[in-house]
């Protein structure tokens, strides 16, 4: 038999405020905006993510803030193409990403595949709504109309609709938010993942691990 064994994530107790972050960051309050976290990989995609962001229509002013995990440059005369430059701000290998998610008011992920979503997982903790395509084992974690708002791969206005959606009701984005922490906390703890990784060694073997062996980072299958 196969086993399926879900990542986890864990929140850190010890982030900047959102108004100090916001701050940093150049923002008002009036201001919604929207986060990226990925090693912006070509399997990322990167082009859907701003061609989405650069679609939404609101009255309220919209901002993208991207965390790569490696260099952006490539990507970099798109934002000139689309006229994004002035709305969409790229910090590079940033450690503390928890405090941006703090800031932000929902996440917007537009990968072609993706076999767990662990940014998106961390998103959820810190309530708030996701928006994203319906590929790969995303739908595990987003409970579309719930948690967030999945779409079929490639739908660029449907993404964009669902974030203009967010930025015009704020209580909704709360509710979604709220939603989505909820199911973070009730699936995806250390406590419910961890266990599960060790049973399948005590199995195997008659004890435990050995002393300081950890979980991988990513969705894992036993067989």
Avoid: M
Wanted: hydrophobic fraction near 40%; proline fraction near 6%.
């Amino acid at each position: 038999p196969v086993e399926v064994i879900r990542n986890f994530f864990v929140p850190s107790g010890r982030i900047r405020s959102r108004e100090e972050i916001r701050r940093e960051l150049g923002l008002t309050n009036k201001e919604f905006l929207v986060v990226h976290i990925s090693n912006v990989r070509p399997l990322k995609r990167i082009d859907l993510l701003l061609q989405s962001f650069a679609a939404a229509r609101n009255s309220r002013p919209l901002r993208l803030l991207i965390l790569a995990g490696r260099s952006f440059a490539r990507y970099e005369a798109l934002l000139d193409e689309l006229g994004l430059r002035d709305r969409v701000t790229v910090k590079e290998q940033v450690r503390d990403v928890e405090e941006y998610l703090n800031a932000a008011d929902a996440g917007l992920y537009t990968s072609e595949h993706e076999s767990f979503g662990l940014s998106i997982l961390e998103t959820l903790f810190h309530s708030k709504p996701v928006v994203a395509f319906r590929v790969g084992g995303i739908p595990e974690v987003v409970i579309d109309g719930e948690s967030g708002f999945l779409h079929p791969f490639g739908d660029v206005p449907a993404l964009a609709r669902s974030i203009a959606l967010l930025a015009d009701s704020p209580r909704r984005a709360g509710q979604v938010g709220a939603a989505g922490r909820e199911r973070a906390e009730a699936h995806f703890t250390g406590d419910q993942i961890v266990p599960p990784y060790v049973e399948p060694d005590r199995r195997g073997t008659g004890a435990g691990p050995s002393a300081g062996t950890q979980p991988s980072h990513g969705c894992s299958v036993w067989a």
